[in-house]
């Protein structure tokens, strides 16, 4: 037999895991069967580490395992996806905690009924190009500034970071370039003078010098350095009417997505290579493997949410949106672990 090209013995390697992680754990089908066996659940920037959770689950078959089809539609950005689901393009979301918060602020009630990430991985850096002797978040007034969309979780956490400085968000323009090639390439064309936006991106620039990071949420310690507590991140959220209404298309979506999460916490980054899209890796392996190694920590043990995570995320968005009044907002209305736990419990994590 002739030996394996390269493409072979990945494409094997590939077919191989994806197999034996479908045979890992025991089923969770003893429920009752899902009221939508067709879910379209809209993200945005799905190749970045925010969401790998849900790249897991859906590459492993997870999802067909809990008798779900889902449709996971791609934008460039949480609040393109969050539209989506608004404009009833889309069933559930996989996005920000804080739009959750957001929208109760506008007597939207949505609820999050699933964990992916319990920091944001998300990273504020100037461009050593075009300010290389940059000394103070002042310096960025009548700056370009990078978000993956308007609206979204790193547009949030670039007013937050500006805010601290002395500097207000009509003061700087900001500009959607999403979460991969061509947020890359928007730095490094000189089109942005600083960025806001998460991994891998945020570490092939840090590695090639071409940013120096001002913040940074990709640790447990970052996250609360930055936001003062725990900052629960991407999540599964859909409306509080959706829930009620199938609660059992809710609870196979968290066993799948509390499934993909266990497996994260012993696959090695080479299992993660061989697992998703080769366009995640964006062209250099070494640098996606060692931007995984930033944010392991920060990915969700179980799919639970900590009492207190957000009310982190509540002071956060207050400090920066004056749309937003705390006193105003129930917090007990935007999560919900019932479905997460049930899942844990049936995995036995």
């Not at 002739?2 to 754990?25: G, H, N, Q, T, W």
């Not at 539609?73 to 996005?95: E, M, P, R």
């Not at 009630?109 to 992916?116: E, G, I, N, P, T």
């Not at 969309?149 to 003061?171: P, Q, W």
């Amino acid at each position: 037999m002739a030996p394996l090209s390269p493409l072979s013995r990945r494409v094997f390697a590939s077919s191989a895991l994806l197999a034996a992680a479908s045979m890992a754990l025991p089923s969770l089908r003893a429920q009752p069967r899902p009221e939508m066996p067709r879910v379209v659940m809209a993200v945005g920037g799905k190749s970045a580490f925010y969401y790998l959770p849900l790249t897991i689950a859906e590459r492993l078959g997870y999802f067909r395992a809990e008798g779900l089809n889902v449709d996971v539609i791609d934008f460039s950005g949480g609040s393109h996806a969050l539209q989506a689901l608004l404009n009833g393009a889309a069933d559930v979301c996989s996005g920000a905690f804080e739009h959750i918060i957001k929208l109760q602020a506008g007597n939207q009630q949505f609820q999050a009924f699933v964990l992916q990430g319990r920091a944001p991985q998300i990273v504020f850096g100037v461009s050593t190009r075009n300010l290389p002797d940059f000394k103070a978040v002042t310096e960025l007034k009548g700056c370009r500034i990078g978000v993956s969309s308007l609206g979204s979780s790193t547009h949030t956490m670039a007013n937050l970071v500006l805010s601290r400085g002395g500097v207000k968000s009509d003061e700087v323009n900001f500009v959607g370039v999403g979460t991969a090639a061509a947020a890359l390439a928007a730095l490094r064309s000189g089109q942005l003078d600083a960025i806001s936006n998460t991994d891998p991106v945020m570490t092939m620039l840090e590695r090639r010098g071409e940013v120096r990071l001002l913040s940074d949420t990709r640790s447990l310690k970052g996250a609360a350095e930055v936001f003062g507590g725990p900052m629960p991140a991407a999540c599964l959220y859909a409306s509080a009417q959706f829930i009620r209404r199938h609660p059992n298309t809710c609870q196979a979506l968290a066993n799948a997505m509390v499934r993909s999460l266990k497996w994260l916490q012993t696959a090695e980054p080479v299992d993660i290579v061989n697992t998703v899209p080769d366009s995640y890796l964006l062209q250099d392996r070494g640098l996606y493997l060692a931007a995984f190694d930033k944010v392991r920590e920060s990915i969700s043990l179980d799919g639970t949410l900590v009492d207190d995570g957000p009310a982190t995320a509540l002071k956060a968005l207050a400090s920066v949106d004056s749309g937003i009044n705390a006193e105003k907002i129930s917090l007990a209305k935007t999560y919900t672990n019932v479905f997460a736990q049930r899942a844990k419990d049936g995995l036995r994590i």
